[in-house]
């Protein structure tokens, strides 16, 4: 990204345009995640371009990005009830096991935490990935985040 941003300078382009339509996916590909979605409530920001400056393109996406922003960052990690949210997500008879007896620890050990950063925990271990595909998008919802739509960056 950074070298892209660098190129479109020394060409003289005034502004980068983009549609964050990143995927994450892990389990050998088998599972699939909006990475926006994931990457809000495991950062705080609505796109990982947001590191390199990328800002919303207009006033509503403007104040979407930082209603969610704003908004992430007042949860800790106790505020949200994971147990009633695996209850309402996840087949219980296929996944009553370890691992959601393990998520269940994580976030009794973490619940002073900051959520996101309880959240970016699981999301980076590769044994909450399936559990977290399930989950993800219902604690964005549930936590009463918006949806936002394009980025831009404008060159200097």
Wanted: proline content about 1%; glycine content about 2%.
């Amino acid at each position: 990204m950074k070298i892209m941003i660098e190129i479109c300078r020394k060409k003289h382009m005034k502004t980068i345009q983009l549609t964050d339509l990143s995927r994450q996916t892990c389990i050998n590909g088998t599972i699939d995640m909006d990475f926006k979605y994931l990457y809000t409530i495991t950062n705080g920001l609505s796109s990982w371009y947001s590191k390199f400056g990328f800002q919303p393109i207009d006033k509503n996406n403007r104040e979407i990005f930082d209603y969610n922003y704003n908004k992430i960052k007042t949860y800790s990690t106790k505020d949200l009830d994971i147990v009633a949210l695996f209850n309402d997500s996840i087949d219980i008879d296929k996944y009553q096991n370890n691992i959601t007896t393990d998520i269940i620890s994580i976030f009794n050990q973490m619940k002073d935490d900051k959520l996101l950063d309880t959240l970016r925990f699981l999301y980076r271990n590769i044994n909450y990935c399936e559990i977290m595909s399930m989950v993800y998008m219902k604690i964005f919802y549930k936590l009463g985040l918006k949806q936002r739509l394009i980025m831009m960056k404008i060159l200097k």
